[in-house]
């Protein structure tokens, strides 16, 4: 599930920080830009995910 988070989120240029919680279990902040991304600016971050795709 992380990883379709991951995708999504390197596609739109935002964010994703995880810190450990005292005591167990995880912080995940994911920050997306204010502004949109292009078209094109899009589609280079999805070419470059399926290069970092695992098999």
Do not use: C
């Not at 964010?15 to 991304?37: K, M, S, W, Y």
């Amino acid at each position: 599930m992380l990883s379709i988070v991951r995708a999504v989120t390197l596609a739109h240029r935002g964010r994703i920080a995880v810190a450990a919680r005292t005591g167990g279990g995880l912080d995940i902040t994911i920050d997306f830009p204010q502004n949109p991304v292009t078209k094109d600016a899009r589609s280079q971050d999805i070419d470059s995910l399926q290069e970092m795709a695992l098999p």
